[in-house]
């Protein structure tokens, strides 16, 4: 029996290649307009991070990480996220010492163990950025508009921005006490998990999927009922940092995220017609991740990016843009004998920094140009008998189907002047 890719995994072919190359680019590119550098952090960390800074309560940790052993026995743990990752980085380096605030974003594979369906995969991609060790609420507006302008040159200027604060360590405690007695007396509605939920993180109670919970929870006190003053504060200031942006969003009470270290400001990206799973991005303010995972209390707000869901959307929008050739130049020969003059032509293209190629398989001058064709290639440069003894080549523009004949050393300057390059 054949051996094929692990469940929830996918390969990226060539063709799929050019999207992904082009999609990230674009997210560096407009990242790095906003004063963003890269980090690169290792795919596998100690589990106990993940424990310490995503929760031990929350679906990642419970249910959804690869954690093995290694030879050593240590206990080692796919990353599931990039966020404890960043905030591990920065304090082992000891980037607070550094100006501050600190702009960081990364992509990369992440890896979770939940069940595979359209837009949701065991191994996926992430672009995230994190600021660490600013309160100010112009940077949550900043770092929301940097998603948006993300998303919208992407191609996709339809978008459902929704926005919440989920308190802070002040005010979070008796929010949490009145949904605790909200729910005990309606404890059976609820489902397995959130019945959990209730003494270990009621929080999570409010965005469970399952219908009877949303049933259940309708009346359910409100956070903002109970934000203190510095929540409602930095609150307003977001939003109207967002106005002045004039990026439109949606404050939405229900809205709390999957991973424990949030505080304060949380949003999420929504985007129509690619299904179920609908959030392209999602983040928030972690004031304090940094002190949860061993160092100092610095606050840090981000957010990350999902490239599978964002670039089926682009794609379901036909956004794409259309690709320049793979290979610019074919070389045919009308005979193997013209093989080494082929390989001098293509030597000088390449050195000219012109994608070029020739055929390798024998084929006949006939089949020759129909892969050219089939690669879409712009010019393919002729050599046969006639050409060898003159000292020239012929050129074929493919789009005109023009045909004519140069000497050797023009070779470079010709297909230029095609390429317009
Ligand atoms: P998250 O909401 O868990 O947040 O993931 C962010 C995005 O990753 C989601 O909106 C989704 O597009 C994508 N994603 C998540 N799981 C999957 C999956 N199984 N298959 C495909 N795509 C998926 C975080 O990960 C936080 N670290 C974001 C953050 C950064 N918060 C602060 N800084």
């Not at 100010?136 to 200027?157: H, Y």
């Not at 879409?376 to 189907?401: N, S």
């Amino acid at each position: 029996m054949s051996i094929t890719g692990p469940r929830g995994t996918y390969d990226i072919l060539p063709d799929e290649s050019r999207k992904w190359q082009w999609l990230e680019g674009l997210l560096r590119e407009t990242a790095e307009l906003y004063g963003f550098r890269e980090i690169r952090t290792p795919v596998f960390e100690h589990t106990e991070l993940f424990q310490r800074g995503v929760g031990e309560t929350t679906d990642i940790v419970q249910k959804e990480m690869y954690t093995f052993a290694d030879k050593a026995r240590r206990s080692l743990t796919l990353r599931p996220e990039g966020t404890a990752s960043c905030a591990r980085a920065f304090i082992q380096h000891q980037i607070y010492n550094q100006p501050q605030p600190v702009k960081w974003y990364y992509l990369g594979p992440m890896f979770r163990y939940d069940r595979p369906q359209a837009g949701r995969y065991r191994q996926f991609h992430q672009f995230g950025a994190e600021v660490f060790g600013s309160n100010n609420p112009f940077v949550d507006a900043e770092l929301i508009v940097m998603m948006v302008d993300m998303v919208f040159k992407a191609g996709l200027p339809q978008y459902d921005l929704r926005l919440n604060s989920v308190g802070c360590e002040t005010c979070r405690p008796s929010y949490r006490q009145a949904l605790v007695s909200f729910l005990q007396p309606i404890k059976k509605e609820l489902c397995q998990d959130c019945r959990k939920r209730i003494e270990l993180n009621p929080l999570r109670v409010l965005d469970c999927k399952n219908q009877g919970c949303r049933e259940a929870v309708t009346g359910l006190p409100r956070v903002a009922d109970y934000w203190c003053n510095d929540c409602r504060q930095h609150f307003t200031a977001v939003t109207q940092s967002l106005d002045r942006y004039e990026v439109s969003y949606t404050v939405d009470d229900r809205l709390v995220r999957g991973l424990d270290y949030y505080t304060n400001t949380a949003f999420e990206l929504l985007v129509p017609g690619i299904g179920a799973q609908n959030a392209i991005g999602g983040g928030g303010r972690y004031n304090h991740l940094v002190r949860e995972v061993g160092g100092p209390d610095v606050p840090g707000i981000g957010f990350a990016i999902g490239l599978e869901r964002l670039l089926s959307g682009v794609e379901e929008a036909g956004a794409l843009p259309v690709f320049s050739p793979d290979i610019e130049v074919y070389i045919a020969v009308t005979g193997r004998e013209y093989e080494a003059s082929a390989d001098q032509a293509l030597r000088e293209l390449r050195r000219a920094g012109l994608k070029a190629d020739r055929d390798y398989m024998g084929r006949s001058l006939k089949a020759q140009m129909r892969q050219a064709d089939r690669l879409q290639v712009p010019v393919v440069v002729l050599i046969g008998e006639d050409e060898a003894t003159r000292g020239t080549y012929t050129i074929r523009r493919m789009q005109t189907k023009e045909q004519y004949e140069i000497g050797q050393a023009d070779l470079i300057d010709e297909v230029r002047k095609i390429l317009v390059k």
